[in-house]
């Protein structure tokens, strides 16, 4: 977990003084490094401290260099001196503030939502890498890899040698590679939204980045309208009338998403009655035997885990052939990335959702005038 110090830091962009050159050599040096980590007792820490020295000793500007206090007639790659361009100031979900003194042209995200995101408002051009699970839109799978997006398995060498001007990642998780993209002044940025408002705000968050503003209020207004679309079918349901439901997230252990997660979110946007709204883990681990009693009406699961889910299978789990669910067949599968990503596509998680809980208001829907 982040120290409070740590979430609060205000961490400023950083510029190489001889930029071309140290990018061009950073990578390979980083490259020959994570070699030698790979193959000796050499840890993680070591091998960024190691880049950042190799950074410092060819020229690059210490750790806390500003790009504002470059020449103010010093021109860019366009040749447009900084002085005509207004600086972009942006601060991440654990108030990291970075500046820009233009739109970032080369985009590595290592969180697939913000990958969709991206695209969604219209800066698709920018990424230039990816995790192997950024899969949407098609074009997203023409980018290249980098890695699963895991720390582990992230390649720095694949990240630097791609030249990024802004790497997107994952709050939670990539504390280890935010250090290391900061030593060697890579500007990055922490994502990963967890409810439906943060999403828009993390939309707001990148189209100031990349120069697409209008096309992200475009967006928040597209979704919200569709939001309040879908909650409006589902209004006149009373708590009496509501249906409850078991969201399975994981198959082995046994996970369900509780109310404080954007999927419990979303269960709660369509009326039913999560049976496990009385938890505060957000993806809590549970027993077989909670879930039978507490006897659900509907069941609904991701559309993989890791391998494509059977609901026979599902429905076939000892103990579980009295559960009302399985008993009136109301076992639904969701699109896996639409669900389990607080992204773009989340809302068409949420019809899915509506249409399996509650067909009835689809029809109502459909005939309407």
């Known amino acids: 977990m982040r120290s409070e110090a740590n979430m609060s830091r205000n961490v400023k962009v950083l510029r190489p003084t001889s930029f071309v050159y140290c990018r061009a050599i950073v990578p390979i040096v980083a490259a020959t490094i994570e070699t ?16 950042l020295l190799v950074g410092l000793f060819l020229g690059c500007t210490p750790v806390g260099t500003d790009v504002s206090k470059r020449s103010s007639n010093e021109p860019l790659e366009d040749g447009v001196s900084e002085a005509a361009q207004p600086k972009i100031t942006v601060v991440d979900r654990l108030g990291h503030a970075v500046n820009f003194q233009r739109a970032p042209r080369r985009v590595v995200s290592l969180v697939p939502s913000a990958t969709e995101l991206l695209f969604a408002i219209g800066a698709g051009s920018t990424v230039v890498g990816a995790t192997k699970h950024c899969n949407y839109p098609a074009e997203a799978m023409q980018v290249p890899r980098v ?48 409810t439906l408002d943060e ?11 990349t120069g697409q ?9 597209e979704m919200t309208d569709r939001r309040d679309q879908l909650v409006e079918r589902v209004a006149d349901f009373t708590a009496d009338q509501q249906r409850s439901v078991f969201y399975e997230v994981w198959d082995d252990p046994l996970m369900t998403a509780g109310p404080k997660s954007f999927i ?16 505060d883990v957000p993806y809590p681990r549970i027993s077989s035997e909670v879930v039978v009693a507490r006897n659900p009406d509907v069941i609904l699961t991701p559309t993989s885990h890791m391998k494509q889910v059977d609901l026979a299978t ?54 309407q005038p």
């Open 314 to 367: 599902l429905a076939s789990r000892p103990g579980w052939a009295n559960i009302r669910a399985i008993t009136h067949k109301q076992l639904y599968t969701i699109n896996g990335d639409e669900v389990s990503r607080c992204g773009p596509r989340l809302l068409n998680a949420l019809e899915q959702m509506i249409d399996a809980v509650y067909p009835e208001t689809k029809l109502k829907e459909t005939h």
């Open 36 to 51: 030698i980590v790979r193959h000796s007792s050499l840890n993680l820490n070591l091998c960024n401290a190691l880049v």
């Open 147 to 194: 890695g699963s997006g895991l720390v582990e398995s992230t390649s720095r060498e694949a990240i630097l040698a791609l030249k990024p001007d802004l790497v997107l990642c994952k709050w939670d998780t990539h504390e280890p590679l935010m250090r290391l993209f900061e030593q060697v002044g890579i500007p990055a940025l922490n994502l990963g939204a967890e």
């Open 213 to 221: 503003e209008q096309a992200a209020d475009s967006l928040i207004k």
């Open 264 to 279: 419990g979110e979303l269960l709660k946007m369509g009326r039913m009655k999560n049976i496990f709204e009385d938890t």
């Open 199 to 209: 999403l828009f705000t993390e939309a707001t968050l990148l189209g100031r980045a």
